[in-house]
């Protein structure tokens, strides 16, 4: 399994575990957070959370290629053809858990560099 499976599915084990993160967890702004959705899909934004809605702006997610090869992560509006806004506004009775990502994180440094190629 490839860097991009761990990173994936370690916070997907992590999160079934443990029950992510709580109600009672702060939002860091500064950095990106992990959006576990109920059908097994991850988004990665910036995350503001409602009683009914969660809203994840600058959205990311990964794309697994058809072949079941390695997925790569993509910009929300980037590859699909309907062309959406960079911004998701999800039914909070579809989210597992969220998480707060490092600085460091494989994923946010992925961000970055696509962010620097106009991403």
């Not at 929300?76 to 597992?96: A, C, F, K, R, Y």
């Amino acid at each position: 399994m490839g860097v991009l499976g761990i990173i994936v599915l370690a916070p997907l084990a992590y999160g079934t575990l443990t029950g992510g993160s709580s109600n009672g967890a702060t939002i860091q702004a500064e950095t990106y957070q992990a959006l576990f959705l109920t059908n097994n899909q991850i988004y990665f934004g910036h995350l503001e959370t409602g009683k009914e809605f969660f809203i994840l702006r600058d959205v990311y997610y990964v794309q697994v290629a058809d072949n079941g090869a390695q997925g790569r992560i993509v910009k929300l509006g980037d590859v699909e053809t309907h062309q959406p806004q960079n911004t998701m506004i999800i039914n909070s009775d579809h989210v597992l858990f969220w998480e707060n990502l490092k600085p460091e994180s494989p994923v946010i440094k992925t961000i970055l560099n696509l962010q620097l190629q106009g991403h």
